[in-house]
């Protein structure tokens, strides 16, 4: 095949696992990243990379055009919860308006497939679990409301126009690719298993655990951690679903099952054979007490098959990535 995918945001964690997932599957990769909290070492070799923000029309359009997208994959965005309550309107400009500029521009060029890096922070606090596709939607964070407004406005959109979309709604996403060609990088870490392994590698003095007072047995927070390089996967089963002629579809990426903070960081103190000071914090705001994905859509409808559901996995990976 030689048409290309255009990857938005393909310099980050997220994105440059799927990059490398479509180049290790033959797939003609461009990447499109402004490197605002991506890295250029992290987009695969076998992609062409170009530095520029996804809001930048004329750039946009030029990248699809030169280079033959057919298809493109959304990454870019700002994506830290916390940090959204405090800068609700820069969440707003990256992850609805320039991603609504970043449509547009894409619906206008005749892009057929979009594959569109949703959250299950759209969700807010599920009446149930696990939660399905088909639960309320009621985000509880700006994070949260400024993503579930451009799914809404790309399900719109492809109403109307000869597009058809896939969003993915993430879990926790953690872990590294197998061959550490890529991981997460960030500055200021803020996710658990980011924060675990970076205390068992000795990169900070320890760790705090945000409230151990939420209605779990633990009383700590459960999340579903799944790993990069499944999810990754999910992504290239949705690309080949659209390409077949697939209908648009909302998918929960996800394992269906969870772990609280605290089995989370004896996992990282196990796995690393590292220990490391635990101190104990008040809640963090926007956190539900648990979120666990129900995916029996993802693995009906594109055939997808977990083959990293083991969290000691997903923990090793990622403490390989932090120490090498
Ligand atoms: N968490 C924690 N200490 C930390 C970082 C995270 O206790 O230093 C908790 C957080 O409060 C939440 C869970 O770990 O309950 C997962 O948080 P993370 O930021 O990894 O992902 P989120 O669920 O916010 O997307």
């Given at each position: 095949m030689t048409t290309a995918i255009l990857i938005a945001g393909g310099a980050g964690y997220i994105g440059s696992h799927v990059a490398l997932a479509l180049c290790d599957a033959g797939r003609k990769v461009v990447v499109l990243d402004d490197l605002s909290t991506g890295r250029?070492?992290?987009?695969?070799?076998?992609a062409t990379f170009i530095e520029g923000d996804i809001g930048d029309r004329d750039l946009v359009r030029r990248v699809l055009a030169e280079h033959g997208c057919t298809g493109l994959m959304m990454f870019a965005g700002s994506i830290i919860v916390s940090e959204s309550f405090q800068m609700p309107l820069p969440y707003w400009r990256n992850n609805a308006a320039a991603g609504l500029a970043f449509l547009e521009t894409c619906v206008a060029a005749g892009i057929r497939h979009f594959v569109y890096s949703s959250?299950?922070?759209?969700?807010?606090?599920?009446?149930?679990?696990?939660?399905?596709?088909?639960a309320t939607l009621r985000p509880i964070s700006p994070y949260g409301r400024s993503k579930l407004a451009l799914e809404w406005a790309l399900a719109d959109a492809c109403e109307v126009a000869p597009t058809r979309f896939a969003a993915l709604r993430y879990f926790n996403v953690a872990g590294a690719d197998a061959d550490l060609r890529s991981g997460q990088v960030s500055p200021v870490a803020t996710h658990l298993i980011k924060i675990a392994v970076e205390a068992a590698a000795g990169k900070r003095d320890g760790m705090t655990v945000?409230?151990?007072?939420?209605?779990?047995p633990d009383g700590t927070c459960i999340r579903d951690y799944i790993h990069v390089s499944d999810l990754a996967d999910a992504h290239v089963l949705a690309l080949a679903h659209l390409e077949a002629g697939g209908d648009s579809l909302i998918a929960n990426c996800g394992y269906g099952h969870g772990f609280s903070v605290r089995e989370v960081i004896e996992a990282v103190k196990r796995v690393s054979g590292r220990d490391f000071p635990v101190g104990l914090g008040p809640r963090r705001r926007g956190d539900p007490p648990a979120l666990v994905a129900d995916s029996a859509r993802l693995k009906r409808m594109l055939g997808w098959t977990p083959k990293r559901d083991d969290l000691d996995l997903i923990i090793r990976s990622a403490f390989e990535w932090e120490t090498k």
């Open positions: 250029r070492d992290l987009v695969p070799a076998a959250t299950a922070a759209v969700y807010g606090t599920p009446d149930r679990l696990p939660v399905a596709e088909e945000f409230g151990d007072d939420y209605p779990t």
